[in-house]
Structure formats: structure tokens, C-alpha cells
């Protein structure tokens, strides 16, 4: 079956711009997770849906994030008067409940300018 | 604090050598410990997960992972290596707080 899904795969920006970063997880998931990965490092969380609500949104970095799920499928990352310490590959996952394995998809590569 | 380790930060091994890489987690609660694999510009794809049962965990690929308890460590292992698995590998812990910890990753590089 289809994997986890991430548009774009590429965005270059300028500082201060907003973005979107759309996440479409695997099909019947109903956790959908959203991690950063900065170069070098391991990937970090931000924030935890389960089914529509954002169940832990911890990692959020700052206001500036924010993040959507309106239908309990897609889910929208925001990011607004980007940064250029905001540059990192944003990655999604899910999983079909909020213990079972996470999922990943390809990532959106973010270069904020 | 709740985390894993992965002390090693490039691992080079000849092809059909044995494959080791190192991880260790903190011993807070008893997290499910997971090893994903990063090929260059694709995401991280699940290789295998230790719940409980079996220290022995067998997953995708060829690899295998051991868990023990004693030294707190979950170690990925692969009998021969292959030119191909040469990659990114992040060991990763859930310890029941939404989130999986992840190590900071080790570069392997499977030598022809």
C-alpha cells in the first residue's frame, strides 16, 4: 500500500515568508507525528495528533509553528516569519495507534534564505 | 532523562564483514527501542523493534538486533555486510511520551 506522503520535497524561502508543509499519512493511521531534522543530528519532535487533536504539541519550538489536522487524515505543517535557523528536513510519520511503529515519509527539505 | 545513544559516529566495515552498531538507552521506564535506517534524500525506513520477549530481534534486510538489559544496550547487527547497506542508522526509544528519542545517527560505510 502507499506509504506516508510529504509535499513539497523542496522549499526555498525567504526570511520572514510563511510556509506549509503538507503531511498525507498511511491510510486507517490515526496518529500522525511530526518530526525535525537538522543536519547532522537525529530528528526531533514537534508535535502528536491523534485523529483530529493535537494530542501533545511539546515540541513546538516557538508561536510560530502551528499545526493542523481538520479531518484526522492530512495534517498541515505552518510555519510563519520563517527564520533562517528554521532550514532543517521536516519529516512526518504515522502509525496506527500512538504506541505501534512509526512510519515515515520522505521529508520536505526547507531552505529559509 | 529519557534517550538513547549511539556512540560511534561512522562505522566502516568491509563487504561481508559483520555489521555492529552501537546504542545505548537510559533505563527510564522500559521504552520499545526501534533502529531506522536514512538512505540520501529519502526518509527513514523501519528495520526492527524490540517490545519485550525474545532479546533476540530479527528484522528487515538481514539485520537483527540484540537486546540487553544488563548493559542497556540494543546493538544492530548483520551477519555480511553489503556495499548497499552502507546508509544512515538511528537507533530510537519510545518511552510512552508521543515521541520517539532518537540517537544522533551513525554513518555506515560498507567497503568493496
Known amino acids: 500500500g502507499a506509504g506516508v506522503s510529504q509535499t513539497p520535497s523542496n522549499k526555498v524561502t525567504e526570511k520572514g515568508k510563511y510556509v506549509e508543509l503538507r503531511c498525507d499519512p498511511i491510510?486507517?493511521?490515526?496518529?500522525l507525528y511530526w518530526y525535525r531534522q537538522s543536519l547532522g543530528q537525529g530528528p526531533e519532535f514537534l508535535i502528536y495528533?491523534?485523529?483530529?487533536?493535537?494530542?501533545?504539541d511539546s515540541g513546538l519550538p516557538n508561536d510560530r509553528f502551528f499545526a493542523v489536522r481538520p479531518e484526522g487524515s492530512v495534517s498541515t505543517l505552518k510555519i510563519q516569519r520563517t527564520e533562517r535557523g528554521d532550514s532543517a528536513v521536516y519529516l512526518c510519520?504515522?502509525?496506527?495507534?500512538?504506541?505501534?511503529?512509526?512510519?515515515f515519509g520522505p521529508g520536505t527539505r526547507l531552505l529559509v534564505l | 532523562a529519557q534517550s538513547v545513544a549511539q556512540p560511534e559516529d561512522q562505522v566502516n566495515v568491509a563487504e561481508g564483514n559483520p555489521l555492529t552498531v552501537k546504542c545505548t538507552y537510559s533505563?527510564?521506564?522500559?521504552?520499545?527501542l526501534f533502529w531506522y535506517v536514512q538512505y540520501p534524500n529519502r526518509g527513514l525506513q523501519f528495520l526492527l523493534k524490540?517490545?519485550?520477549?525474545?532479546?533476540l530481534v530479527k528484522g528487515s534486510y538481514g539485520f537483527e538486533a540484540e537486546f540487553n538489559k544488563s548493559q542497556t544496550s540494543f546493538h544492530l547487527k548483520k551477519p555480511s555486510a553489503l556495499v548497499s547497506d552502507s546508509a544512515l542508522y538511528f537507533c530510537?526509544?519510545?518511552?510512552?511520551?508521543?515521541?520517539?528519542?532518537f540517537g544522533k545517527g551513525n554513518q555506515v560505510v560498507v567497503i568493496p
Open positions: 510519520a504515522s502509525s496506527f495507534t500512538g504506541e505501534e511503529t512509526q512510519y
Open positions: 491510510s486507517g493511521h490515526t496518529a
Open positions: 495528533f491523534q485523529g483530529t487533536g493535537a494530542a501533545d
Open positions: 533505563v527510564s521506564g522500559n521504552p520499545y
Open positions: 524490540y517490545i519485550t520477549g525474545d532479546n
Open positions: 530510537a526509544g519510545f518511552y510512552g511520551n508521543n515521541r520517539l528519542a
